[in-house]
C-alpha cells in the first residue's frame, strides 16, 4: 500500500474541481461573495490537508469544507447585522414620549407596575437609549422595546383616566393643575 501525500492530493483536487466548486459556492453565497469564499476554502483545506485519510473521499472532503465556509459565513453576517442593529439603536435619537417637566405623567408613570415604570424612567424621563434601558434592567433590546410600546400605552390610557388628557404633551390642560394632585 502506498503512503499519498494529502497536502498534494488536496491542491490536486481543487485545482480539478475548481468550476464544481465555485457553482456550489454560487448556489449558497452571494454572487459577489464566491470568489472570496473560494479562496477561503482551498486555503483552509490546504491548512487541514493533514485531515484527509482516505484519498478516494477527496472530493467529499472538499465539499464539507466549502459547507462549513458557508456556514461560518452565515454566522458571521448575521453576528455582524446584530451587531450593527444594537449600535443603530444605541445611535437613535430616543423619541420621548413627554416632557420630563410635566409632573403629572412622571407621577403616572411612576404608578404603573414596576416594569413600566423603570423603562419610561429610564428612556423617556432620563433620555437614555433603549440599548442602554436594556442593558440597566437586564433584558434584550427587542423585549424593552416591546416593553417600552406597552409602557407608553399603559401611561397614555392612566393619563386619560386620570387627568383627562390623552398625551403627556398636553399637560398644561390637564385637570391636575386645578385640583392640585400629581403637582401639578
Not at 29 to 54: C, G, K
Not at 82 to 95: I, S
Request: charged share 25%; net charge positive; aromatic share 4%.
Amino acid at each position: 500500500m502506498s503512503q499519498f501525500d494529502p497536502s498534494e492530493c488536496v491542491a490536486s483536487a481543487l485545482h480539478a474541481h475548481r468550476g464544481e466548486l465555485r457553482r456550489y459556492l454560487a448556489s449558497r453565497v452571494p454572487s459577489e461573495d464566491v470568489e472570496d469564499v473560494l479562496q477561503i476554502a482551498a486555503l483552509r483545506a490546504i491548512e487541514r490537508s493533514e485531515d484527509l485519510r482516505d484519498p478516494a473521499l477527496v472530493l467529499n472532503w472538499l465539499y464539507r469544507v466549502h459547507a462549513n465556509i458557508v456556514v461560518d459565513l452565515g454566522r458571521k453576517k448575521a453576528s455582524e447585522r446584530r451587531l450593527q442593529e444594537a449600535m443603530a439603536l444605541e445611535a437613535e435619537p430616543v423619541e420621548r414620549s413627554h416632557e420630563p417637566n410635566c409632573r403629572c405623567s412622571v407621577a403616572q408613570a411612576r404608578q404603573l407596575g414596576k416594569n413600566y415604570a423603570s423603562i419610561l424612567d429610564l428612556v423617556d424621563i432620563s433620555g437614555k437609549s433603549i440599548a442602554h434601558a436594556a442593558r440597566t434592567l437586564n433584558i434584550s433590546v427587542n423585549n424593552a422595546t416591546v416593553r417600552l410600546h406597552r409602557a407608553r400605552a399603559a401611561l397614555k390610557k392612566r393619563l386619560q383616566e386620570h387627568c383627562g388628557v390623552t398625551s403627556p404633551s398636553a399637560c398644561n390642560d390637564c385637570k391636575c393643575s386645578y385640583e392640585g394632585c400629581c403637582g401639578g
